[in-house]
């Protein structure tokens, strides 16, 4: 058995971008080559914590905010165990970004990832079928829709996924953590 290496502190790459951008996709893959590597690696997402630890969160501004601080807080506790902990959430509100990086840094260095695809191709992807409802009304506060994605100013990376492979972004976000890592 492979023995899992853990960090003295922890890091969290924090991956926000809209519905369909690839932030999962990306997130799962990276973390499964942590794991090979032997590190203890989570990926905690917004379909996960919802259903699981956050079932009555809704999708106004506030109920987002109530949630994504619940989050902050939850990542906290694993990022201080050594975790490597990648998170993806829409998380659209540069204010609430901020609020959650303030709770985390605290505990583990955290890095803002910025996982960019135009709504159009995300509306093109709708992995979900969720933007088909959502244009059609059956989905109120969507993001992208009825609901605004606020671009981050700033961010520590940039995951292009109209431009770029899945791999070339798995290999993008894997390189930079190795090197969070041995920074360390
Ligand atoms: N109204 C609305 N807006 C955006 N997303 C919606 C909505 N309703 C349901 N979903 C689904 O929920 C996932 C987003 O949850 P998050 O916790 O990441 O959202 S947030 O950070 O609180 O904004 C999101 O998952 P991803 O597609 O993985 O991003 C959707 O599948
Ligand atoms: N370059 C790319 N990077 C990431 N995902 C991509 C890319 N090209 C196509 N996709 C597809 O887009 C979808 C993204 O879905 P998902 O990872 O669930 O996004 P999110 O978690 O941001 O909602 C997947 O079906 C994925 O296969």
């Not at 829709?145 to 940039?158: G, R, V």
Request: charged content about 35%.
């Amino acid at each position: 058995m492979i023995k899992m290496k853990c960090l003295d502190k922890g890091l969290v790459f924090w991956l926000t971008g809209l519905s369909g951008s690839g932030k999962t996709t990306i997130g799962n893959l990276v973390k499964e080559r942590l794991r090979k590597e032997g590190y203890k690696a989570e990926i905690i997402d917004g379909d996960w914590f919802r259903q699981n630890i956050d079932q009555n969160a809704g999708y106004t501004k506030e109920e987002r905010r109530k949630h994504l601080i619940r989050v902050a807080n939850f990542v906290k506790i694993l990022a201080r165990n050594g975790v490597i902990t990648i998170c993806s959430f829409v998380s659209p509100y540069e204010d609430v970004r901020n609020e959650v990086k303030n709770i985390i840094k605290s505990e583990a260095d955290f890095y803002l990832i910025y996982v960019k695809c135009d709504l159009e191709e995300c509306i093109k992807r709708d992995p979900k079928g969720l933007y088909k409802k959502a244009l059609k009304g059956e989905i109120k506060n969507f993001t992208g829709i009825d609901d605004p994605y606020e671009e981050p100013k700033e961010y520590d990376l940039l995951l292009d996924t109209v431009n770029n492979s899945i791999e070339e972004n798995v290999n993008k976000l894997y390189e930079f953590i190795n090197k969070k890592i041995n920074e360390k």
